[in-house]
């Protein structure tokens, strides 16, 4: 999609002089005959966000080649340097940061420009960003994808992995449409479709298993930890369980995959907190031992933007999550 001219407000807001006077780009442009591109502006904001053509170039599907030229031909355009080059990574001038709130507004315009079309049509197109946590069987990556391209084939998906505490930061950013969360969440700005109910419990290794029989909770804290990233599940979890006794547990490794705490926990290293259904295989074959004193429940649940609630893209998505998780939210997975 092409913008032959900037809406008007930004118009207005270019009244005034942009240019980089330590950096000027000595070109005269015609204010009246600017055009740029769609991409050039979501280049902008991928860039403006990050910091970085590196992770700015994932977020887009681009090589940073690629995405290099999309800036520097928009600031060929506008006649206007927008950002500054520095070794740790690329940082908004002044003119970037006028011209931030404008290329928002443009570029949020374009894309319900869009979905209005689509609902029109009577279909849904456009672009849907995921943001997608811990492995795909467990949040039903595939079946839900499945059903949303089934019903709505003119939908473009993009995945954004992390950890909870992550892609819920990406979606109140505004740099995904909706995300999977693990665990229990108040913010008004947010809604939430609780999906299903996992269950974590502390694991430990088979030869502790006399250890952890017996362990108060006291005990407990002072054994040798694994640690998660601050915002998992886990990491909250751990934290307002010793807490809420008045305990401080003893971390001697900080992991951030549920592979790795299998493979730490069967060679003697540590014990942590895991999901029960992920933890089943190694406890049945009697490699690793849980402590019965803990079963904390963890709601999964699907994440999005209350103010975004009504929007055709949304509904597509929240029918195609009832498709696959039909059963009651509070039932086990």
């Given amino acids: 999609m092409e913008l032959s001219a900037l809406t008007t407000a930004t118009r207005r807001n270019m009244a005034a002089p942009l240019l980089d006077t330590k950096n000027p780009i000595p070109r005269p442009i015609d204010r009246h005959n600017i055009r740029v591109e769609l991409n050039q502006l979501r280049s902008f904001l991928a860039v403006a966000r990050t910091g970085q053509l590196v992770r700015a170039s994932e977020q887009l599907h681009l090589t ?44 949020d315009s374009a894309q319900e420009i869009v979905a209005i079309a689509a609902s029109i049509r009577g279909a849904v197109s456009g672009a849907l960003r995921l943001g997608t946590i811990i492995d795909p069987e467990s949040i039903r990556l595939g079946p839900l994808l499945a059903a949303l391209l089934e019903f709505s084939p003119h939908v473009e998906v ?58 108060s909770w006291a005990e407990l804290a002072a054994l040798p930890w694994m640690a998660t990233s601050r915002g998992s599940s886990q990491h909250g979890l751990v934290d307002q369980m010793f807490a809420e006794r008045g305990l401080v547990y003893r971390t001697v490794v900080e992991v951030d995959q549920e592979a790795s705490m299998i493979e730490l926990i069967q060679t003697g290293v540590a014990i942590g907190l895991m999901r029960e259904r992920i933890a089943a295989p190694v406890l049945q074959s009697g490699q690793a031992v849980v402590w019965r004193g803990a079963r904390l429940p963890c709601p999964l649940s699907l994440l999005y933007l209350r103010a975004n609630e009504d929007t055709t893209m949304l509904e597509a998505l929240l029918a195609a999550a009832q498709a696959v998780w039909p059963a009651d939210a509070e039932a086990s997975l």
Avoid at 66 to 78: G, P, R, T, V, Y
């Fill in 64 to 107: 940073q080649s690629a995405l290099s030229k999309q800036i520097k031909s928009f600031e060929d355009e506008l006649g206007v340097l927008l950002f500054a080059r520095t070794p740790a990574g690329m940082v908004l001038n002044s003119a970037g940061r006028r011209l931030l709130p404008v290329v928002v507004q443009t570029v």
């Fill in 158 to 215: 993009s995945l954004f992995h992390g950890i909870s505490g992550g892609v819920l930061q990406l979606l109140k950013e505004k740099q995904v449409d909706a995300c999977f969360y693990l665990g229990t969440l108040k913010d008004t700005e947010v809604a939430v479709r609780q999906l299903a109910l996992e269950h974590y419990v502390v694991v430990g290794p088979a030869a502790w298993k006399t250890r952890l029989e017996s362990a």
